[in-house]
């Protein structure tokens, strides 16, 4: 027999794979962190001895979730400035908290309280646009999740730096250091056309094809700043970015809502990835991302939850049902974003926007071992014809039981194994009487 590390068996395993199967009464076996194999459950007893065996019965094996966008440590945020409009929000509540509170504690707490929500919501890769973002990667490495950094750039001081300039400098030191990290990825995060000006978005643009990076920026959130740049500048926020070269393949547009057809256009022919948020941009009345427009031509979408302080949770199983939902009544038909698409938006199409879709967002044999697993044995999921619709329109994140990343269990039957619950909960709470008592 060969031994490996673990052997995972299930009922279902849902890889995600070009087929799109769905695999009944099969295992997975890992080795050095890596998928080795994925069999019929009696051939892999019969071929393998592993070191931890893991029974899990009725639940199905699916690709860690990949949360291609948020603000990890603004769950220190949530439920602040509720039922306002974007900009009302923006300026007169989460801007003047930032200013008061942001700093390298403050976003490690947050990215901490962030990384275990997610963690027991099925996440194993985030995608983070924040301040600070040193802090964050520490607590990443910490935790054992995978992340992308987006460090923010914009032309007004923040706590972090007081110029654009000044912004890039600090992100660029980061990208030196984390270069070649197996579990941490720095990024350009512009934070949106309205503020920056053409000069960092130049220089951005330039860094970016030298030091191979991504982009990730906030894109036609809303009708009202379409037509702010429409009257300040004469045109609109993408194609102004496509005329500085900024869209292509290593671009992340968030958001995108308010477009038009040549909106679409640019974007399909241009190979931009586009990064959904519908519950945000729902809460914050913003628009709708036509997702089924953009997926006809080909344009890669990808889910995220966008911070807890606009959504207000960082669960990517409400975020799919969500997305699956609101694009058929968008798109005004009820076979536009199927189940098993919104499962491959959730997990394979983030993984594909990050530029790591050859070593995670699917099942497959070379990749990853990130693996989360859902329970469907009990009342909520009887009867089950289908497993990718339960999981799509009638499961929930508290049926998430386990979760791996590369090969390491980071949540065992819902109990974080990195992270320390109650200190958690604890520094969370800490926070809320601080900020309170200043307001």
Request: overall charge negative; hydrophobic content about 40%; aromatic content about 6%.
């Amino acid at each position: 027999m060969q031994r490996i590390d673990t052997l995972i068996h299930a009922h279902w395993i849902i890889p995600v794979n070009p087929q799109r199967d769905v695999l009944v009464d099969h295992s997975l076996a890992i080795k050095d962190g890596i998928i080795e194999a994925i069999l019929p459950t009696d051939q892999a007893k019969a071929q393998y001895q592993a070191d931890d065996t893991v029974e899990l019965g009725e639940s199905a094996l699916i690709p860690g979730f990949i949360n291609t966008h948020g603000h990890a440590a603004m769950a220190l945020f949530r439920g602040m400035g509720d039922d306002l409009e974007l900009m009302t929000w923006l300026n007169d509540h989460i801007w003047p908290a930032e200013g008061a509170w942001v700093g390298d504690e403050f976003v490690a707490d947050g990215t901490e309280l962030a990384i275990a929500e997610m963690l027991r919501s099925g996440t194993t890769t985030f995608a983070d646009n924040y301040f600070f973002p040193a802090a964050a990667a520490e607590v990443t490495e910490r935790a054992g999740v995978r992340a992308q950094f987006s460090f923010s750039v914009i032309d007004f001081p923040t706590n972090w730096a007081k110029t654009a300039d000044e912004h890039i400098d600090l992100g660029m030191e980061l990208v030196k250091r984390y270069k070649g990290h197996s579990h941490i990825k720095m990024m350009f995060g512009p934070h949106a056309p309205y503020t920056v000006s053409d000069e960092p978005m130049i220089r951005i643009r330039d860094l970016a094809k030298e030091h191979d990076l991504m982009i990730q920026m906030h894109v036609h959130e809303t009708q009202t700043e379409v037509d702010g740049e429409i009257e300040k500048r004469g045109g609109r926020p993408i194609r102004r970015l496509k005329d500085l070269g900024l869209l292509g393949p290593q671009f992340q547009a968030v958001h995108m809502t308010a477009l038009n057809e040549e909106d679409i256009q640019d974007i399909a022919q241009t190979g931009t990835h586009v990064v959904h948020c519908p519950e945000s941009n729902l809460k914050l009345a913003s628009g709708f991302c036509p997702v089924d427009q953009l997926q006809k031509l080909g344009v890669n979408v990808a889910l995220g939850t966008d911070g807890a302080a606009s959504n207000n949770d960082l669960d990517m199983m409400g975020e799919m049902r969500t997305a699956a939902i609101l694009a058929k009544a968008v798109g005004q038909r009820a076979t536009a974003l199927p189940a098993m698409e919104a499962l491959a938006m959730a997990t394979l199409n983030g993984a594909r926007a990050m530029g790591w879709e050859q070593e995670i967002g699917s099942l497959e044999v070379g990749k990853r071992a990130d693996i989360t697993a859902v329970r469907l044995d009990d009342l909520e999921s009887q009867p089950l014809y289908d497993p990718v619709s339960h999981l799509v329109y009638a499961s929930t994140r508290d049926q998430v039981s386990d979760v791996w990343v590369d090969g390491k269990r980071l949540l065992k039957q819902r109990q974080l194994t990195t992270l320390d619950r109650d200190a958690i909960i604890a520094k969370a709470k800490q926070w809320q009487a601080r900020i309170t008592n200043t307001q």
